[in-house]
Structures are given as C-alpha cells and as structure tokens.
Nanobody, 114 residues
Framework: QVHLVESGGGFVQAGGSLRLLCYATGDILDINAKGWYRQAPGKQRELVASITGDGRTNYADSVKSRFAIRDTAANTLHLQMNSLKPEDTAVYYC?????????WGKGTLVTVSS
C-alpha cells in the first residue's frame, strides 16, 4: 500500500514563500506522474503543478513563474511557492500516479494573508 504525507503548509503574509514536501512510502512502481493539487473553500480541486517520469512539468496559469515543482527522488516531491497571494489559500494535496492507480495525501493547509 502506498501512503503520501504532505508537510510544509502554514500561515504566511502575501509576498512570502513556503516549500511543501510530499513523502511517499510503500511499493511504488511504474511512476507516471507526480503532482500538487489544491482545493480552496467552496471550490473544486484543481491542478497546481505536475511532473512526469521523464521530467516534463505543467503548471496552472495562475502559478506560473511563482511556483516550482521538484522531483528530487522516487519517494519525494517538493513545491516551492514564492510571491504567494491570498488567492493561493487552499489545502494542498500531493498526488502520485503509479501502479496504474491514483494516490492522494490528506493535504496540508496554506493560508496567505493580505
């Protein structure tokens, strides 16, 4: 069984930075992609950034040039978030597409004050 645990969320003022970490445990084979999603109150979960097994990245338009996804090892994933805005406030979830399945963490809360 695969488990994902996110960390690094917190409270920050607008313009600040946070670095999220996702740590995976379990039997992870055939990784297709890793990604970060977020869900703000009253809104649907949306893709923030993703990275494929061969290193191709994809970002939501709203975070391009501010966020960076890094795949440092098979079982870790980072999201560097700079120039944070109040509209970035959300629960951020780690996602792993592997073993022909979709795995999710429980999320970490990011709150950006104006």
């Amino acid at each position: 069984q695969v488990h994902l645990v996110e960390s690094g969320g917190g409270f920050v003022q607008a313009g600040g930075s946070l670095r999220l970490l996702c740590y995976a445990t379990g039997d992870i084979l055939d990784i297709n992609a890793k990604g970060w999603y977020r869900q703000a109150p009253g809104k649907q979960r949306e893709l923030v950034a993703s990275i494929t097994g061969d290193g191709r990245t994809n970002y939501a338009d709203s975070v391009k040039s501010r966020f960076a996804i890094r795949d440092t090892a098979a079982n870790t994933l980072h999201l560097q978030m700079n120039s944070l805005k109040p509209e970035d406030t959300a629960v951020y979830y780690c996602n792993l597409k592997a073993n022909h399945m979709d795995y999710w963490g429980k999320g970490t809360l990011v709150t950006v004050s104006s």
